[in-house]
Structure formats: structure tokens, C-alpha cells
């Protein structure tokens, strides 16, 4: 079975750090290429970060450009994304996902990935 689970939402302050975990099992546990988006109520969902198979390409939006940060640890078979300088803004579910079928990558775009978590919630109080 197929699985991603991310952990490590919860309440922040404006300008604090979290750092969110995305472990993977099952199918997901082979090399693949991984990416963070978040969504809000009414709005699509939109791309955070991304980064391939072996942490050597990475991809961020940017209204997270030198805030987040993605890694990974394949020893874990987990995927990081730390958030610093939180802003209000930042509240959202965050979903991380992954696509096994061409790790080597980085993906912007929902589409190109074939397996998601049921996300992780950050809300940042200004």
C-alpha cells in the first residue's frame, strides 16, 4: 500500500519556524521525486517545493524563496520542508507528494504526481 504522512503542523507565530515531515512507505518507498504544496479553503492548491530523488535538484515558489527549505533523508524515506520567517500568509494545509515514475526531476505542477498525504495543517497567528 501506498503511503505518505506528514506530521509537524500546529500553531506558530509570525516570524517563528516549523518544520514539516513526510514519510513514505509502501510503493512510495523507491526512489522518487518529492514536492510540498499547500491549500486554503476556496482556493487551488498551489506548489511550495520540490526536489528529486536525491536531493541534488530542488525547486521553490517564490513567496518561499530563502524562507523554506526542502531535503530529504532516503535512509528515512522521509522528505523535510523547513519554514522560517512564518508569515500570516503561510496558513494553510500543507500536502507533500511524491512521483516514483521519474525521480530523477522536479515537479511544479498537482499532475505530475501519483501519490499524496492527507496533508498537515499550519496556522500562523500575526
Known amino acids: 500500500q501506498e503511503l505518505l504522512a506528514e506530521s509537524g503542523g500546529g500553531l506558530a507565530q509570525a516570524g517563528g519556524s516549523l518544520r514539516l515531515s513526510c514519510a513514505a512507505s509502501g510503493r512510495t518507498r523507491s526512489p522518487y521525486a518529492a514536492g510540498w504544496f499547500r491549500q486554503v479553503p476556496g482556493k487551488e492548491r498551489e506548489f511550495v517545493a520540490a526536489?528529486?530523488?536525491?536531493?541534488?535538484?530542488?525547486y521553490y515558489a517564490d513567496f518561499v524563496k530563502g524562507r523554506f527549505t526542502i531535503s530529504r533523508d532516503n535512509v528515512k524515506n522521509t522528505v523535510y520542508l523547513q519554514m522560517n520567517s512564518l508569515k500570516a500568509e503561510d496558513t494553510a494545509r500543507y500536502y507533500c507528494?511524491?512521483?516514483?515514475?521519474?525521480?530523477?526531476?522536479?515537479?511544479?505542477?498537482?499532475?505530475?504526481?501519483?501519490?499524496w498525504g492527507q496533508g498537515t495543517q499550519v496556522t500562523v497567528s500575526s
Open positions: 507528494a511524491s512521483n516514483p515514475t521519474a525521480p530523477w526531476a522536479t515537479y511544479l505542477g498537482a499532475p505530475e504526481y501519483d501519490y
Open positions: 526536489i528529486n530523488w536525491n536531493g541534488g535538484s530542488t
